[in-house]
């Protein structure tokens, strides 16, 4: 008996215009696991991310959360879904300090907490992802791996439990991609489901539960990660030989 996926969408197409850039896309993803996108460049796999995300309405299909429809297109409704989207360029004003980004992402939600419940959350975010800096230094002044525990804590001081981190390891040096997957394994140790749109098939396997293969838009394959255990013929799947 396999729980129904409690993240999916069905036959999602995207369009810019006349270019088709996702096609008729159905995946599904399980609650509290590690969940990698790849593809090569312009797979579509950032237009994935800001489909779940709500920031582009697919042209066709539909996005279920618990088998409930989440209305496409909509940055509101994909959060009260619990969805969040980290950017690969980073959303929070530079200028900002630690403190100031943590107040900036609720009251962009809307929510209201008393301080001392918002800053008991956020506090217990940044332990988490492991962001010792005084909260009062300023965002432009962090290392970039602590600009994005700041930016993956913001996500997660309104309670998501679907984040999607779109090419996180991009900005990082290897060490840092260790430690970012040292964060992500927590989070899902406590249940957050994590979608990672990744580039390098090292880090595929490395992180990742299943893995979801996008190609021309189309998606080529989707499956445990185990099972695309051999690099080569992930390479071949995701580059369309041989
Ligand atoms: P990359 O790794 O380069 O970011 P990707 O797999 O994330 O690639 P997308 O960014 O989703 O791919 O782009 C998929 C296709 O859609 C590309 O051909 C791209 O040129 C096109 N595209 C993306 N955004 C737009 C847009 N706003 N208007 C027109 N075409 C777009």
Known sequence: SVAPPAWQCRAMTVAYGDFIALDGVDVGFERGRIH?????NGAGKTTFARAIAGIVRPRQGQ?????????????????????????????LPPSFTIAEAMEFGTRKHGQ??????????WTQHLAELDVTADVRSRIRD?????????????????????LILDEPTAVLSPSGVERLFERVRRLKARGVTVILILHKIREVLAI???????????LVAAGLARQALDPVALSDLIIGGP
């Open 36 to 40: 990698a996108v790849v593809g090569q």
């Open 112 to 121: 209201l907490f008393t301080a001392s419940g918002l800053a008991r959350r």
């Open 208 to 218: 990742a539960d299943t893995v979801t293969v996008l190609r021309g838009g189309r």
């Open 63 to 91: 996005i279920l959360v618990d088998g409930r429809e989440i209305e496409p297109g909509k940055v509101r409704a994909a959060r009260d879904a619990g969805v969040e989207l980290v950017h690969q360029s980073f959303a």
């Open 142 to 162: 962090l290392p970039v791996e602590t600009q994005q525990g700041v930016e993956i804590a913001r996500a997660l001081v309104t309670d998501a439990d679907l």
